[in-house]
């Protein structure tokens, strides 16, 4: 099969990875085909070897320069011939570029999205003879994301100028932003669909809850000493004291953000990438360009911000395929600020909503029973291996016991009380403490007050985390954090659906997380 053949020869591969031959087979046989793996899972050569199996030349579309660049250096070391368009090419690279074309030597040409906004780049490639069009990174298509470039809502009119089949590749998972590749790429006509690739099983998956948080990440680190690792926080200010105490325990660490001069951020990206053992303690500012492989752990040391987010982090570690371990802290506090930073946003409603049920997932994540990978994976789309064997739910099952009754006597509470308290109050009414509020309001009156006192404070607290976590109670950034139902709380307070938690909400140790009113 010429396929393998040139896989070998070219590429110098032996086999193609988990799931990449499928959408080989689909870019080859000319079809429209949506292909979503995950990064460093070889999106590539998902395009390049269809590129060489079809006639014509092949255009691709990355917002990388620096990426065409290497990826065409690279090509032209295998001896294909292969070409970048963009701003930063003399004069004289263009020139050679045309005449490759013309003469029908051009493989692959590499294309940055601006360059479709000149029409005679679109008259040029319609005279060339192009066979195909690959698009990198194809969720720069999407409005709502992070990355949106406004000349990729140009491609698909490049598609219906040269009437060719389109390959589009992403590593972002989630629906909304299908729908849109599929309609702004594919003209609304749903192509060939692959997702694979996203179960990473050298890295061990863990949670927990807050509970001294600073404590745990010094634990984390320096049972880890000596190897190189990431501790994500949700603030800058975090950043630079959590890696103070990490120095302090003698562990080498350095903090990056955002706000830091852009030299110190170089300083310290190639000081991770050449030292062994050393942390940074970063927001999500770092990661982007480290490619550093032998990445032992992350932890996070705040809850992320998404699913997707949680996935992107934790996946910089364990990229050379040896154990990897990470740990995620979370507490009813980063439960409310993420839902603050949400609705407090200048997205539009639905957007809203769509990052609520992200924020969601990594609860349901957080707070789940059983295996992790398996919840993981089903989220994104993958049909999930049996119980993986590296996870904590895997390694130690966790109990659980019926909380129908406690849970409900919550949501009754909440319900009396017009949807408008934060915990706090709400377990002050559960477990009969009368403070001044609580008698202002009259709410020594009600039946549920001190109907919970069988529990603690802090056992409520753990609960009420779980309860979030199942997402039964949100809080309402906009008056305060008052917890209101969501229409999962329903059948639960009417008594047709039982409730599990996991019995570690009941054994909440010294300091608890709180759930301030
Ligand atoms: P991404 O999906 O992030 O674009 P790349 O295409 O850059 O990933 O591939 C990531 C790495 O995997 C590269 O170093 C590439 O050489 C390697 N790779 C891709 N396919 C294979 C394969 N079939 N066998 C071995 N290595 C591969
Ligand atoms: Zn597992």
């Known amino acids: 099969m010429q396929k393998y053949e040139t896989l070998r020869r070219v590429f110098g591969f032996d086999a193609f990875r988990p799931g990449q031959e499928e959408i080989v087979d689909s870019v080859t046989q000319g079809q429209n085909t949506l292909a979503i793996m995950p990064t460093g899972g070889g999106k590539s050569l998902c395009y390049q070897l269809p590129a060489l199996c079809r006639g014509g030349v092949t255009v691709v579309v990355s917002p990388l320069i620096a990426l065409m660049r290497d990826q065409v250096r690279g ?11 963009t701003s930063a090419n003399t004069p004289e690279e263009n020139d050679a570029i045309w005449r490759a074309l013309s003469d029908g030597q051009m493989k692959l040409l590499y294309l940055a999205p601006e360059r479709l906004a000149a029409g005679a780049t679109v008259q040029m490639l319609e005279r060339v003879g192009v066979g195909l069009i690959a698009v990198d990174e194809a969720h720069c298509v999407s409005q709502w994301g992070h990355d949106f470039r406004p000349d990729y809502l140009r491609i698909g009119a490049l598609r219906r100028a040269l009437d060719v089949p389109l390959a589009a590749f992403t590593a972002t998972a989630d629906p909304e932003t299908q729908l849109e590749i599929v309609e702004k790429l594919f003209g609304g006509h749903a192509p060939a669909t692959f997702l694979r690739g996203f179960d990473r099983p050298n890295i061990h998956l863990a949670f927990a809850a807050k509970d001294g948080p600073r404590q745990q990440i010094l634990r984390f680190a320096s049972a880890r000493k000596g190897q190189s690792g990431i501790v994500y926080c949700g603030t800058r200010a975090k950043t630079e004291v959590l890696a103070q105490a990490l120095r302090e325990a003698g562990i080498p660490a350095c903090h990056y953000h955002g706000g830091m001069e852009p030299n110190l951020r170089r300083e310290t990206e190639e000081r991770f990438q050449q030292e062994d053992g050393l942390i940074v303690v970063a927001t999500i500012a770092f990661g982007m360009g480290i490619d550093k492989p032998d990445i032992r752990w992350v932890a996070h040391a705040d809850l992320p911000k998404s699913i997707e987010g949680y996935y992107q982090e934790i996946g910089r570690a364990g990229r050379d395929g040896a154990p990897a371990e990470t740990l995620t802290l979370f507490g009813a506090d980063d439960i409310r600020y993420r839902r603050a930073q949400i609705d407090e946003g200048a997205a539009p409603d639905d957007r809203k909503a769509a990052d609520h049920a992200r924020l969601n997932a990594l609860l349901g994540l957080a707070e789940a029973q059983t295996c992790r990978r398996h919840g993981l994976l089903t989220y994104f789309g993958e049909a999930p291996p049996p119980p993986c064997q590296n996870c904590d739910l895997c390694d130690a099952p966790p109990a659980l016991f019926d909380a129908t009754t406690p849970v409900r006597m919550a ?22 403490n009368a403070t001044d509020k609580l008698r202002e309001r009259g709410h020594d009156a009600l039946p549920t007050f001190g109907v919970g006192n069988g529990w603690s404070r802090p056992q409520w607290q753990g609960m009420f985390r779980q309860m979030m976590g199942l997402d039964l109670l949100r809080p309402d950034s906009a008056r305060h954090g008052a917890l209101y139902l969501t229409e999962a709380a329903r059948p639960v307070l009417k008594g047709e659906q039982p409730v599990t938690l996991r019995s570690d909400a009941l054994k909440v140790a010294k300091s608890a997380p709180t759930v301030r009113a």
């Open 75 to 85: 090509l032209t070391q295998q001896g294909v011939v292969a070409g970048a368009l």
């Open 411 to 432: 949501l009754s509470a909440i319900a009396r009380t017009a949807q408008s308290f934060g915990a706090g109050h709400i377990i002050d009414i559960l477990t009969g």
